[in-house]
């Protein structure tokens, strides 16, 4: 079982940048691979990015490629989502995800489990 909380959501301007993270609990971060999503308001929830177990492989929606980073520190249990160039329909709540696999994955269906979510607003 595993455990996420997001931290780090806000309001913020076009343009801001704004760190999202994601504490997991649980003895098999290392062994997860991470993901983070979002849902806009009156949106289905989408992919924004995905990270491997091992951090060397990450994949990123062609909306925030060049924007968004995603990182991970399995010391820590933590995964990252630097958003940088913020634009207003970056605004969504953002959820952080974990496979019960290494391997990043683009597909919400395989991420087991989830958090609670983070609020990102973006104002023009």
């Known amino acids: 079982q595993v455990q996420l909380g997001e931290s780090g959501g806000g309001l913020v301007q076009a343009g801001d940048s704004l760190r999202l993270s994601c504490a997991a609990s649980?003895?098999?971060?290392?062994?997860?691979?991470m993901g983070w999503f979002r849902q806009g308001p009156g949106k289905e929830r989408q992919f924004v990015a995905a990270?491997?177990?091992?951090?060397?492989?990450?994949y990123y929606a062609d909306s925030v490629k060049g924007r968004f980073t995603i990182s991970r520190d399995n010391a820590k249990n933590t995964v990252y989502l630097q958003m940088s160039g913020l634009k207003p329909e970056d605004t969504a709540v953002y959820y952080c995800a974990a496979r019960n696999a290494g391997s990043a994955s683009y597909y919400d269906h395989e991420f087991a489990y989830w958090g609670q979510g983070t609020q990102v607003t973006v104002s023009s």
């Open positions: 990270i491997s177990r091992s951090g060397l492989y990450t």
């Open positions: 649980g003895r098999t971060f290392s062994s997860n691979a």
